[in-house]
């Protein structure tokens, strides 16, 4: 599998497309005016301690004081035991006798701040690698809950091996991550080196800057790309900003050298988005409806609970008979439905109706085709088998916002219902309403404001409907079209 990697860089955003066998397969976009706090390190002075409330105010130079919560504390534990943060009903030393005002503190953010609400802090630092987590303050190793317990220990032991004697290695604790769990000792080795020469360059800062400095931000996409994107299949990637190429060259050169060596500088005329037409698939990947190259196409819902992706036939009408209709186009559905998950970024439950094949081998090949397509997403996914109803039920990993929820916002007209009334039914609707207001006020005329649709439907099919109701009510009822009103928005003015 062949890999490349565009970035197409501006002051306002970044933007990153994963390419694979001539297709893009990833996007990911970043606006530094969106970019959030949690993960940020900063020397922070205490500002206030309020022993009432188990809190203390952090000036880290922001425009509001941080909130650091004695829960969020770390706290050393006796000999032989890891280092962790206070837990629930576990006794805890008060925050007054842990923190003092004027202090100076290394915390980190844990929650970004949300109206009037500063930023939520902790004490106990951890860094985030590809592979690994890294925790400085601690001396444990461990593996995520997430990975099945029969590979756990095996993983723990080599993850040990690795990190060596903490006494003479550098110290601190590990936890891997859910996607190293594949991961050669190579690329683990890697990211240890990466994630200690970081807390090294936090340490100095630490010593180095006065309180109320930021010492470490968490990656910004160009550098993740490095850190997240690129491996061993990776042919190259082009970047068309050469004050970045040469930003994110050094920094690849002092931290990920192999990945470094891949970066060129794109000097072309066109703008590099258009080598592949991404812009034109960024738009495919925002609408709900993907055709396949047979004639089929999915349907693509999002909701707030879960994802639906409906297979149908389309306009393929197959060469033998209904079955092989049927089973060519769910195996080719497979590919794209894989490939659509990646590239819109879709997360947590999806419901895959495939087509109803009648044939067990041919549900047996199709669910063995999405599962070969799946190991492709370096994000963790887990699909099982065709149940009762004909549905495959999965799960894939939410690392970030999905494409539509990053680039889209709910519809002022429909608020993201996804459909409005007919203008038949806003007729109606009205009618009803005026009738309501007649029976309580006694204006000399009614006005009803209703966008053009709505005005041209009561001028000429409803134009009967609405004399009659100026009859019942005895008051004449005038129409205005708003040019900015919405096909559901009206009002009704009484004069």
């Known amino acids: 599998m062949q890999q ?7 002051p306002q955003e970044t933007r990153v497309a994963v390419i694979e066998h001539g297709a893009v397969q990833e996007l990911h976009i970043e606006r530094p005016l969106e970019r959030g706090l949690v993960g940020n390190v900063y020397l922070g002075r205490i500002s206030r301690v309020l022993p009432g409330m188990q809190s203390a105010f952090i000036d880290i130079g922001l425009e509001r004081a941080a909130f650091l919560h004695v829960a969020d504390v770390w706290q050393r534990q006796p000999d032989g035991e890891a280092p962790t943060l206070a837990r629930k009903g576990e006794p805890q030393r008060p925050i007054e006798k842990q923190v003092f005002e004027g202090q100076a503190l290394m915390v980190q953010v844990i929650k970004d701040p949300i109206g009037n609400k500063g930023a939520r802090l902790s004490t106990q630092i951890s860094i985030a690698g590809r592979l690994l987590v890294f925790l400085p303050q601690d001396e444990h190793v461990g593996v995520s809950q997430k990975i099945p317990g029969a590979e756990r220990d095996a993983l723990r032991a080599r993850l040990q091996a690795l990190v060596g004697d903490r006494s003479t290695g550098g110290g601190g604790g590990f936890i891997l991550r859910t996607n190293g769990e594949d ?3 190579a690329e683990l080795a890697e990211d240890i080196a990466y994630l200690r020469k970081t807390w090294a360059r936090i340490r100095q800062a630490a010593l180095r800057l006065p309180a109320m400095s930021l010492l470490h931000q968490d990656l910004d996409l160009l550098q993740r790309v490095l850190r997240d994107l690129v491996g061993e299949h990776t042919q190259g990637i082009r970047i068309d900003s050469l004050e970045q190429f040469q930003r994110l060259r050094m920094f690849g050169q002092e931290f990920m050298p192999a990945a470094a060596g891949k970066l060129q500088h794109y000097k072309g005329e066109r703008p590099i988005f258009d080598l592949y037409s991404i812009d034109e698939e960024i738009a495919k990947a925002l609408g709900r409806r993907v055709d396949l190259k047979s004639g089929g196409y999915l349907i693509v819902d999002q909701t707030e609970a879960l994802t639906t992706i409906d297979v149908n036939t389309g306009g393929f009408v197959g060469v033998r008979n209904f079955d092989d209709t049927v089973f060519k186009t769910n195996l080719e559905a ?4 894989a490939r659509q998950l990646r590239l819109r970024n879709l997360g947590g439950v999806i419901i895959v109706d495939f087509i109803d094949m009648a044939q067990s081998a041919h549900q047996e090949a199709v669910l063995a085709e999405f599962r070969r397509q799946l190991v492709r997403d370096r994000v963790k996914t887990m699909a099982g088998g065709f149940s ?7 799960t894939r990993k939410r690392t970030r916002e999905s494409l539509a929820h990053m680039l889209c916002e709910p519809c002022p007209a429909c608020q993201g219902k ?4 007919t203008a ?4 109606y609707d009205i009618l009803r309403e005026i009738l309501r207001e007649a029976r309580q006020f006694n204006p000399r005329e009614f006005r009803v404001l209703a966008s053009a649709q709505v005005v041209e439907l009561f001028l000429d099919e409803e134009s009967q409907h609405l004399a009659g109701l100026s009859d019942f009510i005895g008051k004449p009822i ?4 708003g040019s900015a ?7 009704i003015v009484l004069l």
């Open 4 to 10: 490349d990697i565009l970035i197409n860089w501006s």
């Open 183 to 185: 991961s050669s000792d």
């Open 334 to 337: 497979a590919g794209a439905i």
């Open 388 to 394: 009762q109803l004909g549905l495959v039920e999965m």
């Open 418 to 421: 996804g459909s409005v009334k």
């Open 424 to 427: 038949r039914s806003l007729c």
């Open 478 to 481: 005038s129409l205005q079209a």
């Open 485 to 491: 009103l919405g096909q559901e928005q009206y009002d």
